[in-house]
């Protein structure tokens, strides 16, 4: 909207020395505006389809107007299609879930959701049709196949290690459909009040790390994620503070990996800030009558790792994290870095 506003004001200075008087809206037409991402993981499909809107005024004033940027439900047939096998999902709408305020209007929030599996290794066409209008507007993506991952291993009895400034390799295979790969390690542990026991607070800590992208979606590529083993202690010194009250129990760790289809990788990459002189970006889509996004994801957890006995007793003694207040409830009392 903020790239449209400027291009009119531009033209509008241009033409102001030629005409007194200057139409700069062209014909209405109606643009589907579509952002969907199937995921295999979720019980739940959202797809939210709003539509593009002109007029003369402030567009900003425009914008905030529900009936501007929203279609009526009723008007709007929604369905997904496996393309394989020829099966319909349809799509309903739901008003259930609130939406920040903003620029845009907030109230109602209409989206479409299923509760319908969806299949992995798959490929969906998304139908949207104004029932009214004669307007459809249709996209097509693959969803992500599972993938098998090495390091850390599933096994529970594999324990974590990070006791050294060694590079911690996280190894997996590629999935097919898969090119943006994202981990967040995330860490638990439970926050207990020294003077009340039974005041106790379960939180967590989500480590990121930069995405990285497979050469091709075929899969079966190997891909690995190093980094400084010890950077586990920087990364917690940095997110937790040290309280004389509280004392804080280790708990489990989770790799959370979330891959997105090229569609989602290219819809990505063109959106990132820009670093050169040149701002101004492409608008980029794949839905054919609108505009938008529609592509997939994917998320794999592998969860409940817990430290090495090396490892929990850095966070709890360490340099580092040493002052937090961290204990390791597996030791038995008397050991300094028992919970007891």
Known sequence: MKRTVFILASITSLFCACSEKTDITADWQEIPVIYGLLNPYDSIQYIRINRAFLGDGDATVMAGVADS??????????????IEDGSLIHLTPDLSLPKNAGTFANVPNILYKTTTPIQKNSNYQLVVKNIKSGKTATAKTPTIDGFSVST???????????????FYRVKWISAKYGKLYNLTIRFHYREVDKNNTADTTDKYLDWSFPDESSTSTAGGETMELPFTASSFYTMTASKVKPDINLKRVIGKLDFMFTVASEELNNYININKPSTGIVQDKPLYTNITGGIGIFSSRYTQVISNKILNQASA????RGSVTGLLGFCDPSLPPGNACSCN
């Open 152 to 166: 850390p291993s599933a096994n529970p009895l594999f324990s974590i290690d990070f006791t050294n400034n060694a």
């Open 313 to 316: 007793d850095s966070l709890c």
């Open 69 to 82: 940027i929203n279609y009526t439900p009723g008007d709007l047939d929604v369905n997904i299609q496996r």
